[in-house]
């Protein structure tokens, strides 16, 4: 297999991954020759982090991406930034010769989609969407009992997602906070949900109506539970931290990615959940009709005590159901910190009656008893899912008859939903995705391909 040239733009926390990928066990087939962020400590976080005899790829900033593809022959430009820059990146990078592997969200607007449709039409070149859940043995298992047609023809699905007060907080601490920037959790984490389903029953949306409000995080909510006074940070030794403030210092990768670059922007990555100006929701319900005639009712809680999600499909045979404890607690340690991995921290005492780590996968056809239905244990990060993602991405897809790997179209398809949901939320009406103006892209959705 050839060895292609790879550029990253964006150098968070999620660029790891794919970088630890290229310089690690995918370096036979993949070159790290180029990287940009706008904040340039970053880079040299991750340039300390090479493995030895590893040439530093050469630096650039995000505007210069164009030059950067055919100065240095980039056969594929992986793009990790924040989500509301993804559409001009991935553009500008077929634009200038190369492919595109992006992070979801795909973009975070209707403008986004036709950004990208239009250079997918103009160029030609392939545009890879990196969903990882997709990948993860439990949600595979539930994708092959449905094509499988052990539940018949899907009639309706239930999908609850709960985000507990270490992950689900997070997302009010960073540039997450703001919709401009990710396009509130119905874009940026639901995305993932959306594309699971669409996955799952191979089907396509057709209509949203969407409720919800932020109504746990945030300034009003903290006065109108009485909170009183907080700090503006969570890295600060002041008396009024406390568990939801989260500290830079006590993290590695924070600390060197975060704390020790904001002298050169200015980003603080630990801000108070509870500031005035957030705009994003943190509670989501939602009605989805689908092409074929399911419906799905969805609901996503960002401050619940543990995570994880429940998937119920009813079909015409029968019902499958997914249920996964990703995290039943989130504990504190002797400081009043959270223990993010608490398997990390044996000296912990596990508190009695604490939710296990679980996942369980039953089918019940009509007229049957429940079946328990086995599940191949995964291994690393998103339930097993990243490790055979990166696969795919750096080494290309073999026989795969469910199709885990998605195209820029599975990425439009996931984000309209998000897309009709934020129309919905603020004119309280249904959104069919006719409507959204997707330009070429509307024509995709229905197209299986």
């Known amino acids: 297999m050839a060895r292609l040239r790879y550029a990253i733009v964006g150098t968070g926390s999620r660029a790891q991954m794919y970088i630890d990928a290229i310089t690690g066990p995918h370096a036979e087939v993949a070159e790290l020759v180029a990287w940009a962020d706008t904040n340039p400590g970053r880079l040299g976080y991750y340039e300390e982090r090479l493995p030895s005899g590893t040439p530093a790829p050469h630096r650039f900033t995000p505007d210069q991406l164009a030059a950067v593809v055919a100065e240095h022959r980039v056969d594929r430009v992986i793009v990790t930034s924040p989500d509301a820059t993804h559409a001009a990146h991935v553009a500008t990078a077929l634009d200038a010769g190369a492919d595109a592997v992006v992070e979801k969200p795909l973009t975070t607007t209707e403008q986004g989609v036709r950004t990208i449709a239009d250079a997918v039409d103009r160029t030609g070149r392939n545009v890879t969407v990196t969903f990882n859940y997709r990948y993860s043995p439990r949600n595979t298992a539930l994708r092959q009992l449905i094509a499988d047609g052990a539940i018949g023809d899907v009639t309706s699905v ?91 210092r006590a993290d590695e990768q924070l600390r060197h990615l975060y704390l020790e670059q904001e002298g050169f922007d200015g980003y603080r990555r630990d801000q108070d959940v509870f500031d005035p100006g957030i705009t994003i929701e ?20 960002a401050h619940s005590p543990w995570e994880g999600y429940t998937v119920e499909v ?126 070429a892209a509307a024509s995709s959705l229905g197209d299986r391909s």
């Open 158 to 248: 239930h999908f609850e997602w709960v985000l507990d007060t270490a992950h689900g907080a997070d997302y009010f601490r960073r540039w997450h906070r703001n919709k401009e920037t990710s396009g509130g959790l119905l874009i940026h984490k639901a995305s993932h949900h959306f594309d699971l389903v669409n996955w799952w029953i191979d089907d396509v949306p057709a209509r949203v109506f969407a409720s919800g409000g932020l109504r746990f995080y945030g300034r009003d909510n903290a006065t109108a539970r009485g909170l009183g006074e907080r700090p503006d940070r969570g890295t600060t030794d002041s008396p009024l931290r406390d568990e939801f403030s989260l500290d830079l």
């Open 282 to 301: 943190d509670n989501l319900s939602l009605v989805v009709d689908y092409s074929r005639g399911a419906s799905m009712s969805y609901s996503l809680n």
């Open 314 to 439: 009813n079909g015409t045979k029968g019902r499958a159901e997914l249920h996964v404890v990703e995290r039943g607690a989130v504990l504190l340690d002797e400081q009043g910190r959270v223990v993010v991995d608490p398997s990390a921290r044996p000296d912990l005492v596990i508190e009695e009656g604490s939710r296990p780590t679980s996942e369980t996968l039953t089918l019940q056809r009509h007229f049957a008893p429940a079946e328990e239905v086995a599940i191949p244990e995964g291994v690393g990060g998103h339930g097993g899912g990243d490790a055979v993602l990166l696969r795919d991405v750096f080494r290309g897809v073999g026989d795969d008859p469910l199709g885990h790997a998605a195209s820029w179209r599975d990425g439009v398809r996931s984000v309209v939903v998000g897309l009709a949901g934020n129309r919905s939320l603020e004119t309280g009406a249904a959104v069919r995705i006719a409507d959204l103006d997707l330009g």
